[in-house]
Protein backbone atom coordinates (compact mmCIF):
# COMPACT_ATOMS: atom_id res chain seq x y z
CA UNK A 1 0.00 0.00 0.00
CA UNK A 2 2.73 2.17 1.16
CA UNK A 3 4.43 1.91 -2.53
CA UNK A 4 1.65 2.59 -4.35
CA UNK A 5 1.07 5.72 -2.36
CA UNK A 6 4.32 7.39 -2.88
CA UNK A 7 4.04 6.27 -6.54
CA UNK A 8 0.72 8.48 -6.61
CA UNK A 9 2.06 10.98 -4.76
CA UNK A 10 4.40 11.85 -6.90
CA UNK A 11 1.67 12.43 -9.40
CA UNK A 12 3.69 10.57 -12.83
CA UNK A 13 2.47 10.72 -16.40
CA UNK A 14 2.71 7.49 -18.44
CA UNK A 15 6.95 9.10 -19.66
CA UNK A 16 7.24 9.48 -15.41
CA UNK A 17 5.55 6.07 -14.32
CA UNK A 18 7.92 3.85 -17.04
CA UNK A 19 10.91 5.67 -15.97
CA UNK A 20 9.60 4.79 -11.98
CA UNK A 21 9.22 1.17 -13.06
CA UNK A 22 12.67 1.02 -14.83
CA UNK A 23 14.35 3.19 -11.75
CA UNK A 24 12.63 0.43 -9.08
CA UNK A 25 13.93 -2.46 -11.63
CA UNK A 26 17.54 -1.10 -11.54
CA UNK A 27 17.21 -0.70 -7.83
CA UNK A 28 16.23 -3.78 -7.20
CA UNK A 29 19.83 -5.83 -7.13
CA UNK A 30 20.50 -3.16 -4.37
CA UNK A 31 17.56 -3.89 -2.87
CA UNK A 32 18.23 -7.76 -2.83
CA UNK A 33 21.89 -7.08 -1.31
CA UNK A 34 20.24 -4.95 1.69
CA UNK A 35 17.87 -8.04 2.24
CA UNK A 36 20.54 -10.00 2.54
CA UNK A 37 22.11 -7.57 5.31
CA UNK A 38 19.39 -7.14 6.81
CA UNK A 39 19.08 -11.13 6.98
CA UNK A 40 22.80 -11.54 8.06
CA UNK A 41 21.96 -8.78 11.20
CA UNK A 42 24.01 -5.48 10.62
CA UNK A 43 21.26 -4.01 7.79
CA UNK A 44 21.45 -1.32 6.05
CA UNK A 45 21.26 2.39 6.66
CA UNK A 46 18.74 5.15 4.30
CA UNK A 47 20.50 7.84 4.80
CA UNK A 48 22.91 9.33 7.58
CA UNK A 49 21.41 8.56 10.89
CA UNK A 50 19.03 5.65 9.82
CA UNK A 51 19.65 2.24 10.07
CA UNK A 52 17.24 -0.09 9.23
CA UNK A 53 18.45 -4.00 11.06
CA UNK A 54 16.24 -6.48 13.14
CA UNK A 55 18.04 -4.72 16.43
CA UNK A 56 15.88 -1.80 15.30
CA UNK A 57 15.04 1.00 12.36
CA UNK A 58 15.76 4.37 12.47
CA UNK A 59 14.04 5.93 9.30
CA UNK A 60 13.44 9.53 9.98
CA UNK A 61 12.90 10.92 6.07
CA UNK A 62 13.65 8.74 3.43
CA UNK A 63 13.60 9.40 -0.44
CA UNK A 64 10.37 9.72 -2.87
CA UNK A 65 11.11 6.33 -4.40
CA UNK A 66 8.09 3.88 -4.49
CA UNK A 67 10.66 0.76 -3.70
CA UNK A 68 11.67 2.63 -0.40
CA UNK A 69 7.91 2.33 0.29
CA UNK A 70 8.24 -1.51 1.79
CA UNK A 71 11.01 -0.05 4.45
CA UNK A 72 9.50 -0.85 7.52
CA UNK A 73 8.47 1.83 10.40
CA UNK A 74 9.39 -0.67 13.44
CA UNK A 75 10.74 -3.60 13.86
CA UNK A 76 8.95 -6.69 12.21
CA UNK A 77 7.10 -9.14 14.32
CA UNK A 78 8.90 -11.97 16.00
CA UNK A 79 7.95 -13.85 12.97
CA UNK A 80 10.00 -11.33 10.54
CA UNK A 81 13.01 -12.83 12.99
CA UNK A 82 12.66 -16.15 11.17
CA UNK A 83 14.71 -14.29 8.39
CA UNK A 84 17.88 -14.58 10.77
CA UNK A 85 17.55 -18.22 10.43
CA UNK A 86 18.50 -18.25 6.80
CA UNK A 87 21.81 -17.25 7.48
CA UNK A 88 22.28 -20.49 9.78
CA UNK A 89 20.40 -22.87 7.26
CA UNK A 90 23.01 -21.42 4.67
CA UNK A 91 25.76 -22.74 7.19
CA UNK A 92 24.67 -25.90 8.32
CA UNK A 93 23.81 -26.86 4.44
CA UNK A 94 27.34 -25.75 4.00
CA UNK A 95 28.89 -27.42 6.83
CA UNK A 96 27.23 -30.78 5.86
CA UNK A 97 28.08 -30.71 1.80
CA UNK A 98 31.79 -29.81 2.47
CA UNK A 99 31.77 -32.82 5.39
CA UNK A 100 30.06 -34.98 2.15
CA UNK A 101 32.33 -33.81 -0.04
CA UNK A 102 36.04 -33.49 1.97
CA UNK A 103 38.17 -36.33 2.05
CA UNK A 104 38.89 -37.85 5.74
CA UNK A 105 40.18 -35.66 8.76
CA UNK A 106 39.09 -33.19 10.93
CA UNK A 107 41.37 -30.61 10.39
CA UNK A 108 41.22 -31.00 6.64
CA UNK A 109 37.30 -30.90 6.67
CA UNK A 110 37.44 -27.64 9.31
CA UNK A 111 40.18 -26.11 6.62
CA UNK A 112 38.00 -26.82 3.80
CA UNK A 113 34.54 -25.38 5.61
CA UNK A 114 36.95 -22.48 6.34
CA UNK A 115 38.28 -22.11 2.83
CA UNK A 116 34.45 -22.17 1.33
CA UNK A 117 33.25 -19.55 3.94
CA UNK A 118 35.81 -17.00 3.52
CA UNK A 119 35.12 -16.13 -0.01
CA UNK A 120 31.79 -15.93 0.69
CA UNK A 121 32.51 -13.19 3.40
CA UNK A 122 34.27 -11.25 0.48
CA UNK A 123 31.51 -11.45 -1.94
CA UNK A 124 29.01 -10.11 0.84
CA UNK A 125 31.66 -7.43 1.10
CA UNK A 126 32.22 -6.61 -2.34
CA UNK A 127 28.33 -6.77 -3.30
CA UNK A 128 27.66 -4.46 -0.14
CA UNK A 129 30.19 -1.75 -1.05
CA UNK A 130 28.59 -2.06 -4.95
CA UNK A 131 25.01 -2.23 -3.27
CA UNK A 132 25.73 1.13 -1.37
CA UNK A 133 27.76 4.37 -0.53
CA UNK A 134 27.17 8.14 -1.48
CA UNK A 135 23.74 8.62 -3.29
CA UNK A 136 24.72 12.70 -2.85
CA UNK A 137 26.04 15.05 -0.24
CA UNK A 138 24.16 15.65 3.53
CA UNK A 139 22.06 13.21 4.54
CA UNK A 140 22.10 10.71 1.19
CA UNK A 141 26.08 10.41 2.11
CA UNK A 142 25.24 7.13 3.21
CA UNK A 143 23.61 4.34 1.45
CA UNK A 144 23.17 0.63 1.96
CA UNK A 145 25.22 -1.66 4.45
CA UNK A 146 28.30 -1.21 5.90
CA UNK A 147 30.65 -3.89 3.60
CA UNK A 148 32.92 -4.78 7.08
CA UNK A 149 29.86 -5.50 9.04
CA UNK A 150 28.10 -7.35 6.56
CA UNK A 151 31.45 -9.65 5.92
CA UNK A 152 31.61 -10.05 9.74
CA UNK A 153 28.05 -11.23 9.88
CA UNK A 154 28.73 -13.29 6.69
CA UNK A 155 31.44 -15.12 8.86
CA UNK A 156 29.51 -15.21 12.44
CA UNK A 157 26.42 -16.46 10.83
CA UNK A 158 27.45 -18.33 7.86
CA UNK A 159 30.68 -19.36 8.95
CA UNK A 160 30.22 -20.60 12.56
CA UNK A 161 27.34 -22.95 11.74
CA UNK A 162 29.37 -24.37 8.90
CA UNK A 163 32.05 -25.21 11.04
CA UNK A 164 30.43 -26.53 13.87
CA UNK A 165 28.38 -28.85 11.38
CA UNK A 166 31.43 -30.05 9.68
CA UNK A 167 33.33 -30.82 12.80
CA UNK A 168 30.29 -32.34 14.58
CA UNK A 169 29.71 -35.00 11.46
CA UNK A 170 33.31 -35.48 11.12
CA UNK A 171 33.86 -36.94 14.53
CA UNK A 172 30.67 -38.52 14.22
CA UNK A 173 32.11 -40.78 11.04
CA UNK A 174 35.35 -41.00 12.42
Not at 37 to 61: E, K, M, N, Q, R
Request: net charge positive; proline share 9%.
Amino acid sequence: GRISAVAEALHPDPIGTGLLAMAGAAFAPNLAVWAAAFALGPGFAVGAGTSVAPGGVDLGIVPALPALGALPASVPGPLAWLVLAGPVLVGVLTGVTVHRRSPAGLVVAVRNTVVAVVPAAAAMAALAMLAGGSVGTGRLAVVGPAPWQTALSTVVAVGVPAVVVTAILRRRTA
